[in-house]
């Protein structure tokens, strides 16, 4: 089975500096997508960033990027100049490239809750 | 460009009733998802739709079942409703089924049953 951890279920951060949010994942899969989710408090879930795994070169958005680790199952985000809009659920999610019965659907982590303090 | 959007927003049902939600894609989107989102289990996916035709379900009973329609907009149905089914009901779009399309939520409808 396919499956996608998050090891941290809450995490703070003070305004400006730098955070990191962990995620591991378990797949015999070759190919696939990763990507990391926002959900604020108003509950709409955003995309921040995403992942091909074929790339070895992390994938980069502003404030935030990643640091994949394909031997090792590993797919963190880092958030740089953390802003107070950034509080948030941050879901870590997975979608393999197969065309067997997991076709389409995201594999979610259970988020990590992010808090950026004044 | 309008993003997904899910109607109700929030739904209260009771026991044993059905309950109906709906969501419209982003325009050119044709794929559709269903997530349920309970309180303690993180993301379920539930079922997903691709011009029309469902391709794919989750773990869930047959009581949750939908639709798609030819302008692909999607309702999902919740037969006998169980107090467990009290979630948040997450609708997300994409520009086909392959899998290389990232998928994009609507804000979600909120059921809670009595």
């Known amino acids: 089975a396919q499956t996608v951890t998050q090891s941290q279920p809450e995490m703070s951060v003070q305004e400006a500096e730098t955070v990191t949010l962990s995620c591991t994942y378990d797949t015999s899969e070759s190919n696939y997508y990763l990507f990391w989710y926002k959900q604020p408090p108003s509950r709409q879930m955003i995309l921040v960033i995403r992942q091909e795994a074929y790339k070895q070169q992390n994938a980069t958005e502003n404030r935030f990027s990643v640091n994949f680790q394909k031997a090792a199952k590993s797919f963190s985000l880092k958030i740089s100049d953390s802003q107070l809009g950034d509080t948030a659920m941050y879901f870590c999610?997975?979608?393999?490239?197969?065309?067997?019965?997991?076709?389409?659907?995201?594999?979610f982590g259970k988020g990590t809750k992010l808090s950026v303090k004044p | 460009e309008a993003g997904v959007t899910q109607s109700p927003t929030h739904l209260i049902k009771t026991r044993g009733q059905q309950a109906t939600l709906r969501c419209s894609p982003i325009?050119?989107?044709?794929?559709v998802y269903w997530y349920q989102q309970a309180l303690g289990l993180g993301l379920q996916f539930l079922l997903w739709y691709d011009e029309g035709e469902e391709r794919n379900r989750g773990n869930f009973p047959p009581r949750f079942s939908g639709r798609q329609f030819p302008n692909y907009s999607s309702e999902l149905n919740v037969n006998a409703l169980e107090l467990e089914d009290s979630a948040l009901y997450l609708c997300?779009?994409?520009?086909?089924?392959?899998?290389?399309?990232?998928?994009?939520f609507g804000p979600g409808t909120r059921l809670t049953v009595l």
């Open positions: 325009s050119g989107h044709t794929s």
């Open positions: 999610a997975f979608k393999p490239l197969n065309y067997g019965g997991s076709q389409g659907n995201l594999i």
């Open positions: 997300a779009s994409s520009l086909a089924g392959i899998v290389t399309d990232t998928q994009y």
